[in-house]
């Protein structure tokens, strides 16, 4: 994957050491390793408490690249050193705020660098769900397209006018809303309290009245313990039979279990989903219902996300190191 490379203003004499618990792809530790000492606990042979309590008591700094590691106290007390936690994600639901803000660890994320290719994949997945664009691509390959012999593909439903509910009007629902308000569609939303930014999106302070009210809800909030199973059967019942859900979000927004049961019994109408509960791994069952659209958390990536979220990873180590504000802080030590 080709990527340019951001330019490197801050120079060092000696390069900041920055630990990693994890592989990172390859443009991202060419560019880190131009201005920053990687530490891979991956590539020790030594258990990783072993590996951080003889090479690691003096860091300063940790990357995580991936949902996949947690940063909770018992990895925090390893790390007694520890300035800023860097997050390459915009959730950052696996970072434990709290034991951070505990210890005076700054926390960054990938502020908005994914945002424009994950509102654009909320509407592609949206797009797909209800014209059946990928049913049809696959009715065409088979030799059962019109004309092409057995086969009945159902119709595709207009987006055009549909009535949308977004849950989490942050930076990711707030494009998706705007790229759909273009299609014509009355836009809604549920959020912890209202947003004065956008006065001609009506505010609900019940998931389950958006709902109500909607014909598609589309999923862009955190992951959080309030938020967590936000979306379960009763708002399933609630959007009704034509409803559709698009979830970009995290998985464990929707109660995943009542979601298969309501899309097998046809509570809803169907769903485009690029998170699950347990990622990698999907509910079979979603493997075989032609109303549902899946892809593989790829909402986030593009080479133009990529080069954005590296450019924004640098900056905000160059801004610790160098004692300036941070650029997407979750969190300020």
């Known amino acids: 994957m080709a990527m340019a490379m951001p330019s490197l203003e801050i120079e060092y004499e000696e390069k900041p050491k920055v630990l990693l618990l994890q592989p990172i792809i390859g443009p991202f530790q060419t560019a880190l390793s131009q201005k920053f000492d990687l530490v891979k606990a991956d590539e020790s042979p030594l258990p990783l408490p072993t590996f951080l309590s003889t090479h690691c008591p003096q860091m300063k ?61 909320a509407v592609g997945l949206l797009v797909d769900v209800l014209r059946k664009v990928t049913m049809a691509d696959r009715f065409m390959k088979m030799g059962k397209g019109q004309g092409q012999g057995q086969g009945h593909l159902p119709l595709g439903s207009r987006v055009s006018g549909k009535r949308v509910g977004i849950v989490g009007l942050g930076s990711i629902g707030s494009h998706v809303a705007k790229r759909l308000t273009a299609f014509g569609c009355p836009i809604s939303y549920f959020s912890r309290a209202p947003k004065p930014n956008f006065p001609s999106y009506k505010y609900f302070s019940s998931v389950l009245d958006l709902a109500r009210e909607n014909d598609i809800l589309v999923l862009s909030c955190a ?57 990698p791994d999907v509910p079979k069952e979603l493997f075989q219902m032609e109303n549902v659209v899946l892809s593989d958390h790829r909402a986030v990536t593009t080479p133009e996300s990529f080069k954005a979220v590296l450019e924004l990873v640098i900056a905000n180590l160059d801004a610790f190191f160098s004692g300036k504000p941070l650029l997407s802080p979750v969190l300020c030590s």
């Open 223 to 279: 992951l959080t313990d309030e938020t967590r199973n936000i979306i379960n059967r009763d708002v399933m019942e609630a959007l009704g039979k034509d409803g559709i859900i698009i979830n970009v979000g995290r998985g464990a927004l929707i109660d995943e279990p009542e979601l298969v049961r309501c899309l097998k019994e046809g509570v809803i109408g169907g769903a485009g989903l690029d998170v699950f509960v347990n990622e």
């Open 61 to 121: 700094a940790l990357l995580i690249m991936a949902p996949i590691v947690t940063v909770d106290s018992s990895l925090l007390d390893q790390l007694p050193s520890l300035g800023l936690v860097a997050v390459t994600s915009a959730g950052v639901n696996h970072i434990d705020l709290d034991a951070c803000r505990k210890r005076g660890v700054a926390v960054t994320n990938a502020g908005e660098a994914f945002t424009p290719d994950v509102a654009d994949f």
